[in-house]
């Protein structure tokens, strides 16, 4: 099984809400990571998980908040969001080491109101 | 920090033609590259890994080189078709940090 899934497809929420994305694989990958893709532009890093420890934030603004309550699940915690946080957030999963090749999840479209 | 460059940004050709995407790097320092395909709106599909002490790998129609001491790889795509259609990114590895390309939109017309 090489998949990596991510619920839900589809994310509406007001700037005052609560929400969370939740990413799910069952490769036996240690290492998952969370992108976020604005249109046209190539995905940009903002977390890592190394055997479920956070080992890279870019600098992403506290609203966003990752977990990773074991080796298969990611999720990610949003909340207070702005309109310019609308994007494709994808998921991604691959062993911590050489070759570090990722495997990719079909990402999660978020609107921002 | 490490600049991944991708041209041309957008590439229109006709069914059947063969075909060359460009990436280049400005740290060699890399462990591998990945070339990924991505449809709009969805996720990235990875079509090939080269690791850094690899040249190339093939599948099927898919040919991707790595010449990393001047920092760059090419994706060769032979008789193309409709369906490879997609914008397709390239991916260069520092440790567990991945670097992206912006892209080369793919169009092929039936």
């Known amino acids: 099984d090489t998949e990596v899934t991510q619920t839900p497809k589809h994310l509406v929420m007001g700037m005052t809400n609560k929400k969370s994305l939740k990413c799910e694989q069952h490769m036996g990958h240690r290492a998952m990571y969370w992108y976020k893709q604005k249109a046209k532009k190539p995905p940009e890093l903002m977390f890592v998980?190394?055997?479920?420890?956070?080992?890279i934030n870019e600098s992403v603004p506290s609203r966003f908040s990752p977990e990773c309550p074991n080796s298969s699940l990611l999720n990610l915690h949003l909340h207070a969001l702005q309109p310019e946080d609308s994007a494709l957030y994808l998921c991604?999963?691959?062993?911590?080491?050489?070759?570090?090749?990722?495997?990719f999840g079909p990402g999660t479209r978020l609107t921002v109101t | 920090k490490q600049e991944v460059t991708q041209i041309p940004a957008a590439l229109s050709v006709p069914e059947g033609e063969n075909l060359v995407l460009n990436c280049s790097f400005t740290?060699?320092?890399?462990?591998?590259l990945q070339w990924f395909r991505q449809d709009p709106g969805k996720g990235l599909t990875s079509l090939l890994l080269?690791?850094?002490?690899?040249r190339e790998q093939t599948s099927g129609r898919l040919n991707a080189s790595l010449d990393k001491s001047s920092g760059r790889s090419t994706l060769y795509i032979a008789a193309s078709q409709p369906g490879d259609s997609a914008t397709y990114l390239c991916?260069?590895?520092?440790?567990?940090?991945?670097?992206f390309g912006s892209g080369t939109k793919l169009n092929v017309k039936p």
């Open positions: 991604a999963s691959s062993n911590p080491g050489l070759p570090y090749e990722q495997y």
């Open positions: 991916a260069v590895t520092n440790f567990n940090k991945f670097y």
């Open positions: 998980y190394s055997y479920e420890k956070l080992s």
């Open positions: 740290d060699s320092a890399i462990y591998n």
């Open positions: 080269i690791q850094s002490s690899q």
